[in-house]
């Protein structure tokens, strides 16, 4: 495997469901972020993990619980969804750089999910 | 508050048309980058510039860098259906661990 994996590719969930979405990166990188994007809305940043450090949770609902075990896998575990959470849920990772804000990201195919 | 805004919105060309897409901000970036989406994929990184004034080419897609370092812009020469996608643009901000993304360009090329 190669790049940033994700898993499932597609979701269908109820309201009161369980579900974990999983990223898995290959390409040695330090970092690893949970985007969401809606339809008509630009790319929305939910989480960044730094080393393994949740660096930044940009006013995300609790209903989505981040967890990141080492720099190379992310999951994000979801409960309660609402049907507005429907959405594609992109992973990315990338270096991190102390200085110059020179960050490439590299992203994965995405889950599509659809709460019902 | 959107830091990038992109224009177009939307763009709807001929096959071998020339097209120009626009990234533009009041901030100043250490770096930009531009990303191009398929539908029900991740972004793929095109390309990234970090000086201010670069020209960057990629086979028919020139990137420009604002001197100021807050805009950047994509051309595209003779536009093909292959390049149908949704454009990002991204900046990076010394001392921010994370990228700002544009609001995106939609564009289609009619075969």
């Known amino acids: 495997e190669t790049g940033v994996t994700q898993t499932p590719r597609h979701l269908v969930m109820g309201m009161t469901n369980k579900k974990s979405l999983k990223c898995e990166q290959h390409l040695g990188h330090n970092a690893m972020y949970w985007y969401k994007q809606s339809a008509k809305k630009p790319l929305e940043l939910m989480f960044v993990y730094n080393f393994k450090e949740q660096t930044e949770n940009n006013s995300v609902p609790s209903r989505f619980s981040p967890e990141c075990p080492n720099s190379s896998h992310l999951f994000l575990h979801l409960h309660t969804l609402q049907p507005e959470d429907s959405a594609l849920y992109l992973c990315?990772?990338?270096?991190?750089?102390?200085?110059?804000?020179?960050?490439?990201?590299?992203f994965g195919p995405g889950t599509r999910l659809t709460v019902t | 508050t959107q830091l990038l805004e992109q224009s177009p919105q939307f763009l709807s060309i001929q096959e071998g048309e020339n097209l120009t897409v626009y990234c533009n901000s009041s901030s100043v970036f250490s770096s930009l980058q531009w990303y191009r989406q398929e539908p029900g994929e991740g972004p793929v990184l095109l390309v990234t510039?970090?000086?201010?004034?670069e020209v960057k080419k990629l086979k028919r897609l020139t990137f420009q860098f604002g001197d100021a370092r807050k805009d950047s812009s994509l051309h595209i020469t003779a536009a093909q259906p292959g390049d149908t996608g949704l454009y990002l643009c991204?900046?990076?901000?010394?001392?921010?661990?994370?990228?700002?993304f544009g609001t995106g360009t939609r564009l289609t090329v009619i075969p």
């Open positions: 991204a900046g990076g901000i010394t001392g921010a661990n994370n990228l700002f």
């Open positions: 510039v970090v000086t201010g004034g």
């Open positions: 990315a990772s990338s270096h991190t750089h102390e200085a110059g804000g020179y960050y490439e990201q590299y």
